[in-house]
């Protein structure tokens, strides 16, 4: 499969699979899943809930091992490695997750929970540390004087999103996955946070995939956009050609049901009923059939592989869009 | 004021808290017509919820409430709590987020649904049983005859939410109020609940209240917006009014921190800084002077009324509002 986002991508996934196995029956979580993210760039990652996002983001951190396929970071494979090696690498790669409040420990304090991760990558000088913890708090816009001290339950869940992102910056990473960092706050804290994470991602130079089930908030800080479904890709390309000209019929769904602010745009109830059937027993053939409009015998029957469709943008469709 | 389905008059909230009262909803004045729909927009904590607890006079056992909510011609603040009862099951709906606030989860939905039906209706066992079945494809769920045995947890949290939006509408209420009622939902199934709750309010001729703190969510389904803003209604006008020409720098602000469509990615999102104040410390000024770019002069010294602008219907408060054609 040609997914080519540059000549030497920093984070390249391999036909990932990805099940999970639940009394006795298998969930099939991610299905032969390709990606490339160039170093430098944002890869936004966009799907309904369960549509596997979570799953992908943690096999690609070896926190879910794969069934199969590769997780190739700067060229190593991941999924081969163990040991001090996987702890090396693993260091460059950092995770924030949706619910920030959940994600940090009540009884430790905001200092202790920013410096952890230097703890657990070995760095003994405390002195080291502070200093460290400050500079990440004082880039997430928190004053280290003021916060070090508290406890989680004294920030609101916007506050609590910036101690997450400075934890997972302190060790300097050069890759950090967000995994709907954003889907929990409110519209003006989420837009404070997205500015943030665009701020951080050029102070540290860093390479993002970010995942959310808000294609607009998506495409307000990707480079590129992939969209998810039941375990597979769609669709791949530009954020802006992606809106522009979707080529998959579930991408032009997610437009669609974007809630537009102008009261001139009446909703177009043409949004059809019905939620993603389950992973346990995805439908066969393209897994969107049971939704898609434009569904024939053939999506049924014949798995649709990724194609080109337009300059960089890549579907898997029987019938694009264009 | 008269003529309303419902109208709230100079309702108050206070909750007592350690840390000293909190004024939860200050002031507020509302109506809402029979068949109306009226948005309430606002960040988390700003009182909306409290709100619309305060007119289903379903406020937490500390709160105190003052004011009137008369809803077809009735004092709500008044009524006991049996007579209470009735009317919420009968004329009076909720919807929340979490629809197993209201969902009951060792009941299956048949029983919950048959329940209210025979409770508030004047239905025998099989007619509210095929009420119920009529009820769940009108919301739109596929072969509603088995899932009158399902349980609540045997469903998808969109599913969830249209049962409880069937149990809502099971009795034909005049005014539906649903409170973040696709929040935790995705997008796609956002806008099929909203959709859902448009067709069935112009379908019933009922009137809704639609609580929010995304602004894109009212712009094509509601009559009125209300704005609210630290316990107060800031902003208040006809939506088409109110979009036209935002008067109250909230307003606008809230609506420019959305993503938008057309502008290239990596644009910087004109976030509002700083957070709401604390409900427990009251400024003096305006509530919102701390994160306004129009503070000047009187806004950190005076409150601004919410009073009339060109016409009538469109209210806001604010000393500097927004001129014609933009700009403070
Ligand atoms: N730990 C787990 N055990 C069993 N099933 C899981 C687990 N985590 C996720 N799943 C299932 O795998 C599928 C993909 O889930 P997830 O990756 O969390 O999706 P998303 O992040 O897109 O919402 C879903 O059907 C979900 O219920
Ligand atoms: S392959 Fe067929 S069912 Fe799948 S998205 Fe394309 S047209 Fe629809
Ligand atoms: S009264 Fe002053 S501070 Fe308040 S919104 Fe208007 S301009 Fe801003
Ligand atoms: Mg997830």
């Known amino acids: ?322 | 004021m008269s003529g309303a389905l419902l109208s709230v008059e100079n309702a108050v909230v206070d909750l007592p808290t350690p840390r000293g009262n909190l004024r939860a909803v200050d002031h507020v004045d509302l109506e809402v017509g029979a068949g109306k729909t009226l948005g309430i927009v606002g960040e988390s904590g700003c009182g909306k919820t409290m709100l619309s607890r305060a007119i289903l006079q379903l406020l937490p056992k500390k709160a105190k409430l003052s004011g009137r909510v008369m809803f077809d011609g009735q004092d709500l603040t008044r009524l006991s709590a049996e007579k209470l009862r009735k009317l919420r099951g009968r004329s009076l709906a909720v919807v929340f987020q979490d629809p197993m606030t209201s969902l009951n989860p060792v009941l299956t939905i048949g029983t919950q649904l048959i329940e209210t039906i025979v409770e508030h209706l004047e239905l025998d066992l099989a007619q509210a049983r095929q009420r119920s079945v009529e009820l769940l494809a009108a919301v739109g769920i596929p072969a509603p005859e088995q899932r009158l045995t399902q349980y609540p947890h045997q469903l998808s949290g969109g599913m969830r939410q249209r049962v409880a939006i069937a149990v809502a509408l099971s009795c034909e209420p005049q005014l539906l109020i649903a409170d973040e009622p696709t929040t935790a939902l995705d997008v796609t199934i956002q806008a099929q609940i909203l959709d859902l709750l448009a067709r069935e309010q112009q379908r019933r001729h009922m009137a809704m209240i639609i609580i929010t703190h995304d602004l894109g969510v009212v712009a094509g389904r509601t009559d009125e917006v209300a704005v609210m803003y630290a316990g107060r209604v800031v902003e208040r006008a006809p939506t088409p009014a109110l979009f036209k020409q935002m008067r109250m720098p909230y307003t606008e602000a809230l609506l420019a921190a959305l993503p938008k469509l057309d502008v290239p990615p990596h644009t910087p999102l004109p976030a509002i800084s700083g957070r709401p104040p604390d409900p427990t410390r009251p400024l003096k000024g305006c509530s919102f002077s701390p994160r306004c770019r129009y503070s000047a002069g009187r806004c950190s010294t005076e409150k601004p009324r919410l009073s009339p602008a060109e016409t009538l219907e469109h209210l806001y408060a604010c000393f500097h509002p927004i001129a014609a054609g933009g700009g403070a």
């Open chain 1, 1 to 322: 499969m040609m997914l080519q986002a540059a000549p030497n991508p920093l984070m390249k996934v391999e036909n990932l699979v990805v099940e999970y196995s639940v009394g006795g029956k298998t969930i099939h979580a991610v299905s032969d899943v390709s990606l490339e993210i160039a170093r430098g760039e944002t890869l936004g990652l966009v799907g309904e809930s369960g549509c596997g996002k979570s799953t992908l983001g943690r096999a690609v951190l070896q926190l879910r091992q794969a069934v199969s396929g590769k997780v190739l970071f700067d060229g190593h494979d991941l999924t081969t490695l163990k040991g001090e090696p996987l702890r090396k690498m693993r260091r460059r790669v950092q995770l924030i997750f949706q619910d920030p409040i959940a994600s940090l420990n009540p009884r430790r304090r905001i200092g202790d929970i920013v410096a952890e991760p230097l703890v657990i990558a070995g760095v003994k000088d405390p002195e080291e540390r502070k200093r460290r913890v400050s500079e990440v708090l004082s880039a997430v816009g928190l004053d280290p004087a003021l916060v070090s001290g508290r406890l989680p339950h004294e920030f609101s869940g916007g506050q609590c999103q910036r101690i997450c992102i400075a934890r997972s910056l302190v060790l300097n990473p050069e890759f950090v996955i967000c995994d709907e960092p954003v889907s929990a706050l409110d519209v003006s804290i989420r837009a404070q946070i997205l500015n943030l994470l665009e701020e951080m991602k050029a102070r540290y130079g860093l390479t993002l995939l970010f995942i959310a089930h808000d294609l607009a908030v998506v495409k307000a800080v990707s480079d590129r956009v992939a969209v998810m479904y039941l375990g597979r890709l769609c669709e791949v390309g530009p954020s802006e050609q992606l809106f522009a000209r979707p080529a998959h019929p579930y991408t032009a769904l997610l437009i669609e049901a974007i809630p537009v602010p102008d009261p001139d745009v009446r909703p177009t109830q043409s949004v059809p009923v019905g939620e993603p059937p389950s992973p346990i027993a995805p439908p066969s053939g393209c897994r969107f059939r049971t939704r898609c409009p434009r569904a024939d015998a053939r999506c049924s029957s014949e798995v649709p592989e990724l194609r080109l469709v337009a300059s960089g943008q890549f579907a898997a469709c029987h019938h694009p869009l264009v």
